[in-house]
């Protein structure tokens, strides 16, 4: 079974409609990170949390919010989705010692339409 | 803002040849340096580290750092076109766990 999974694979959605992006971890690590993937813009970071009481805004949090329901669990939500936030979604963990080396999930390919 | 450069390619190779991917930074601060590999429609995989100046060796993969002149290298001997894919530098965003900040990526071909 795969260490991080992600849910889902593929969204197709319309502009305003609320989306939620679902991450799970059995690596049983403490950091998580949403990342987005864009053609000609590489990953960017979206928001990352230390533990379920620690969350932190990245680079691009503006129009996304998160929650850490559990150690193993963290989602992504587009409040009200637009076409620019279409893109590839990466969620990824890190482990306390080694934070910076990386594990990253499936990807979700979001389409907003 | 960091910033992490990388040549988008596509950068060809022959089968058995040396492929040498580079990045540069834009912070002289910045300690450690990450390339990740991505397959074409799969997710980045963490293939080398690097966390002081010269190089490091795993198999067919040396990492080379030079901050003095702030760039970062990988080299990749006896290429097998199984290494092509994409290869993505990082550094960490901030001074502690916030993150990478991750260059766009070269695009790597070797060709039998």
């Known amino acids: 079974d795969a260490d991080v999974t992600q849910t889902p694979r593929n969204r197709i959605t319309k502009t305003g409609k609320r989306i939620m992006l679902e991450c799970s971890q059995t690596?049983?690590?403490?950091?998580m990170y949403w990342y987005r993937q864009d053609p000609g813009l590489g990953l960017r970071l979206i928001y990352y949390?230390?533990?379920?009481?620690?969350?932190n805004k990245g680079e691009i949090s503006d129009g996304y919010s998160v929650s850490r329901q559990a150690q193993a669990k963290f989602s992504l939500s587009l409040e009200s989705a637009i076409p620019n936030q279409t893109a590839l979604y990466f969620c990824?963990?890190?482990?306390?010692?080694?934070?910076?080396?990386?594990?990253f999930g499936p990807g979700t390919r979001l389409t907003v339409l | 803002q960091k910033e992490v450069e990388q040549n988008s390619g596509p950068l060809s190779v022959p089968e058995g040849a040396i492929a040498s991917l580079n990045c540069t930074y834009s912070d002289r601060g910045s300690q450690s340096f990450f390339w990740y590999r991505q397959y074409s429609g799969k997710s980045p995989e963490l293939i080398m580290s690097?966390?002081?100046?010269g190089d490091k060796e795993d198999g067919r993969f040396t990492a080379q750092l030079n901050k003095a002149s702030q760039y970062v290298s990988l080299l990749i001997r006896d290429s097998q076109p199984s290494d092509s894919a994409t290869y993505l530098c990082?550094?960490?965003?901030?001074?502690?766990?916030?993150?990478?900040?991750f260059g766009k990526g070269t695009h790597l071909i070797i060709q039998p």
């Open positions: 990082a550094s960490p965003s901030g001074g502690g766990a916030d993150g990478l900040t």
């Open positions: 990824a963990t890190s482990d306390l010692e080694s934070y910076n080396e990386q594990f």
């Open positions: 690596k049983g690590h403490d950091r």
């Open positions: 690097i966390y002081s100046n």
């Open positions: 949390s230390f533990d379920v009481k620690d969350i």
